[in-house]
Every structure is written in C-alpha cells, then in structure tokens.
C-alpha cells in the first residue's frame, strides 16, 4: 500500500486543517487507518485510529472533540478534519495502514502496529 498524505500547512490557534490520505496498491477496504504526529525531539504519537468498516474509531486523549477520522473506501482515502487547532498541536502528521483480515480485530493504536506509511505533512499552528 502506498500513501500520500496532504492537507498541512500553517494555521492561527482555534483554525481548522483537513488532512486527506490516498492509498493506492491494494483493496483499501481490508486495512485499519491511523493517523500519528510527530513533534521536534518528541516521539511519534498516537492521533485516531478508523476500523475498515470506518464504523470503529479511537482518538488521543488530547485530541478528543476536536477532531474527527473519516474514510471513504470508494475514493481509497481517509481524511482528519482536525478543529480548534491549539499550538500543541504542532508536528508532522502521519497516515498509516494496516491489514485486518478480521472484521471483528481491534486495530492498534501504537505506531509499531503498522506497517505502511506515508511521508507525512507538516501541520504549524501559530499562537
């Protein structure tokens, strides 16, 4: 699976970003999507987590209520419609999959369950 993420770019504390992801190269459909970030001296984090069903989904304490993780599995994408940005909220955003065969899995939350990445997108958020 290969993804792009886009979408970052420099917003004023309490703005709004969308970040989209498009996967290409397999049944998209069949994989858990996260999105984790990455801040300056900081290890990667967990952000949201989506189950392929897109009916399932998880998000970091420090995010809930802000933002919200979606998937249209017609379109191979996934998206974090990310609200009320704080400066805290500052790092590179990553998309990441993992294939569930099983429906009924609970995907995982920490990077070292996933095994496709993209590049990632810078997301500053200004005071």
């Known amino acids: 699976v290969q993804l792009v993420e886009s979408g970052g770019g420099l917003v004023q504390a309490g703005g709004s970003l969308r970040l989209s992801c498009a996967a290409s190269?397999?049944?998209?459909?069949?994989?858990?999507m996260a999105w984790f970030r990455q801040a300056p001296g900081k290890e990667r984090e967990s952000v949201s987590v989506?189950?392929?069903?897109?009916?399932?989904?998880y998000y970091a304490d420090s995010v809930k209520g802000r933002f919200t993780i979606s998937r249209d599995n017609a379109k191979n994408t996934v998206f974090l419609q990310m609200n009320s940005l704080k400066p805290e909220d500052t790092a590179v955003y990553y998309c990441?999959?993992?294939?569930?065969?099983?429906?009924?899995?609970?995907?995982?939350?920490?990077?070292?369950?996933?095994?496709?990445w993209g590049q990632g997108t810078q997301v500053t958020v200004s005071s």
């Open positions: 190269g397999r049944t998209f459909s069949n994989y858990a």
């Open positions: 990441a999959a993992r294939l569930m065969p099983d429906s009924q899995l609970v995907p995982p939350i920490t990077p070292s369950g996933y095994n496709y």
């Open positions: 989506i189950t392929w069903s897109g009916t399932s989904t």
